[in-house]
């Protein structure tokens, strides 16, 4: 009679499982699987997403910051800009260049056979034509030990900083003319400070 209560307990201690519940775990699982594929896409277009936006800051239009005060007041120390990369440069274009294992940027003054003079005020010219430099806050005969007038190598582009004073550039032979192979992008875009984001 003892072992007939106990069997007995025990049977109401099973619980019955409805239909009700079998759905309800189906619908979990059927959940937790399409919760685990929604992830890894997710996660794999992210990780596409970033590589594509690497390729595109590496290949096609690379960010760079600003560091120094070569060109101030154009660009300041901290700022950072977007560059594109072209094979083309006029006179006036802010480039980007790399020199001994940094990128400087600079503004492009000549090209390959144009003659470069720069007089004791700090006007420069180009094939005897006056620039007209209106981004400049001060002009100065600079940091020149070349010969001038200079007249630019074959594949070369002669640049020069915005702050004219303290610029080391294309007028000392410590940097000199930039090789089109150096050349990081043309300068387009200021994404930071917020307060100049714009154009150049």
Known sequence: MKETKEVFEAKKEVKTITSQAVEKELDRMRYQKRFALTMRSTIFTL???AAIAILVAVLVMPVLRIYGRSMNDTLDEGDIVVSVKTGTFETGDVIAFYYNN????????????DWIDIDTEGNVYVNNVLVDEPFLKEKAFGDCNITLPYQVPDERIFVMGDNRVSSVDSRNTAVGCVAEEQVVGKIVFR???LSKIGSL
């Open 47 to 49: 990780v596409v997403v």
């Open 191 to 193: 994404v930071w400070p």
């Open 102 to 113: 940094k990128i400087l940027v600079k503004r492009v003054i000549g090209q390959a056979g």
